[in-house]
């Protein structure tokens, strides 16, 4: 499930400042590059990325079939259009593309993102709504499956989303509302609150920023 | 026929074992409460019934369930949906219709049935609980119970051999409860197999036939009404009826309000006389 697990790992204890940053810039570098190199070195930063952060890939990805639909359409477009070769690293680039913001939300605590927003410069209450719509996510995949269930013993089958999509909407709107309203009753303003993280940068973090700067000119004057 | 058979299921997610080696009979016509504290693995047997486990819930599944003979974990859920109906703990998780007619229709037209027939069910199931007039409304005005209401009509229209259903009446009045329970028991008069979860036992001291008590993933207690008189079911989180409660206190063995009410006037009339 997409929420953070609590553990001790170097990807745990980095600044989430510089797991943004490398959130950001890596994928940047990803999608603006289609070579066979780049597709090996994303998916052994990937891989690097997992095992620091002591989080597997079944963790990354519960559902493989759900991932494997996903990777085979970029894929196929490739194989198709393109080359065969194409399709291979369109599908490598978009598994890696995917485990980065994954890692970032199984690897950061909720309190740390909002204090890592505010930092850029993000109003706090978008800042808050950000990281809130992240914790929810879980929730809201939770709910899904009982949707798809509940369709499915009235024996839904079909392709037409609508059955799927309206009454998770609804759920969706209907949390809001009441997290909005619980949040009002206890008089909550993001603007008041003090930053809730300590924000400190390691010499991990700083390695962390000098080895993105590496790639970054390696994607410029290499790739 | 047996309605459901179960054979040394057992199911896990990931590491958490749910259903621990699970073997029970169900004959068609039985009404079986399911009772046991939240999280004892309710939901989970019942989602085997309909083999939603372990076809669509991913997790550790051995064993065998047949329903109706067939084996669901290998019969497609849609077909399954002809012959057991499955009423979930929150109706919000299902509607999306704009019309609580087509509402119902929806499953209806899941399982083959549309046209006349489909209507004619539907008005039928819609009339039955209580929403005759509300054919047109939009199903997402109408009030948490009437939406209740709505998911049992649905089940309802599909006129199944068994009806599986997950604490139905957890959200509802006392008023729609009675309403609920009372078309179940017309319902498993007519010969349909009912099998319910429930932590609150009141109704079901009245209306089931059986008992199963759920307890740590195994089934621990297998009998009539009369079990809830176990000290064991207080001692395990379940909300034993008020009525068997009083009873145990002088030292009778009733379980509802109305042979309680009864034998008390008995008793009364002899002190009297």
């Known amino acids: 499930m997409l ?63 759900f991932l494997a639909f996903i990777l085979a359409m970029p894929f196929l477009f490739g194989y198709f259009f393109v080359s065969p070769q194409y399709g291979i690293i369109n599908s490598a680039i978009l598994l890696s593309a995917l485990t980065m913001p994954v890692l970032f939300i199984l690897t950061t605590e909720r309190k740390a993102i909002v204090a890592a927003l505010r930092f850029f410069k993000l109003p706090p209450s978008t800042a808050f709504s950000l990281a809130l719509s992240l914790h929810f996510l879980p929730v809201f995949e939770k709910k899904f499956d009982l949707v798809r269930v509940a369709q ?60 993105l700067g590496g790639l970054v000119l390696a994607r410029i004057y290499y790739f | 026929m047996l309605a459901v058979q179960i054979d040394k299921l057992s199911f896990s997610y990931s590491d958490k074992p749910i259903l621990s080696g699970i073997s029970v009979k169900i004959k068609q016509g039985e009404f079986v409460g399911l009772v046991g504290k ?74 083959g049935i549309a046209g006349d027939e489909a209507k004619r069910r539907a008005l039928e199931a ?45 959200n509802l009045d ?6 609920v329970y009372s078309i179940l028991g017309k319902l498993n008069k007519s010969g349909k197999t009912i099998i319910i979860a429930e932590h609150d036992t009141e109704w079901l001291a009245e209306y089931a036939s059986r008992i199963l008590f759920l307890n740590n993933g195994k089934i621990e207690a297998d009998g009539g009404p009369q079990i809830l008189f176990d000290n064991k079911f207080e001692a395990a989180g379940v909300k034993v009826p008020c009525a068997v409660k009083i009873s145990k206190e002088i030292g009778e063995s009733l379980l509802t309000p109305s042979q309680l009410i009864t034998r008390l006037k008995q008793k009364v009339k002899l002190k009297k006389r």
Not at chain 1, 33 to 58: D, K, N
Request: glycine share 6%; charged share 20%.
């Open chain 1, 3 to 65: 929420t953070y697990l609590q553990r001790n790992s170097l990807g745990h204890s980095s600044d989430p400042r510089v797991k943004i940053i490398w959130v950001v810039v890596l994928m940047g570098i990803m999608f603006s590059t289609r070579t066979i190199e780049m597709a090996e070195l994303s998916l052994i930063i990937a891989l690097f990325a997992c095992v620091f952060s002591s989080v597997s890939f079944s963790e990354v990805f519960p559902k493989p079939r």
């Open chain 1, 152 to 211: 499915s013993s009235r024996g839904y089958s079909g392709k037409n989303p609508i059955p799927l999509a309206v009454p998770l909407m609804h759920s969706v709107l209907r949390k809001t509302k009441s997290l909005s309203t619980s949040l009002d009753a206890r008089a909550f303003d993001p603007d008041r609150i003090p930053m809730p993280y300590d924000l400190k940068m390691k010499t991990m973090d700083w390695f962390a920023l000098l080895v």
């Open chain 2, 38 to 111: 939240t999280g004892c693995g309710k939901s989970t047997l019942l989602l085997t019934l309909n083999g939603i486990i372990p076809q669509m819930v991913n997790g550790n599944f051995s064993g065998t369930v047949l329903t109706l003979g067939k084996d669901a974990t290998k019969t497609p859920v849609h077909e399954l949906a002809r012959s057991v109906a499955f009423v979930f703990q929150d109706p919000e998780d299902q509607i999306f219709s704009l019309r609580v007619e087509d509402e119902v229709l929806f499953g209806l037209s899941n399982i």
């Open chain 2, 126 to 170: 819609l009339r039955t609980v209580g929403l005759g007039e509300h054919l047109d409304s939009d199903p997402h005005t109408l009030s948490y119970g009437q939406k209740q209401k709505l998911a049992f009509a649905c089940a309802l229209a599909v006129e199944p051999e068994i009806f599986v259903l997950d604490e139905p009446v957890s």
């Open chain 2, 174 to 179: 006392h008023f729609s409860s009675d309403e």
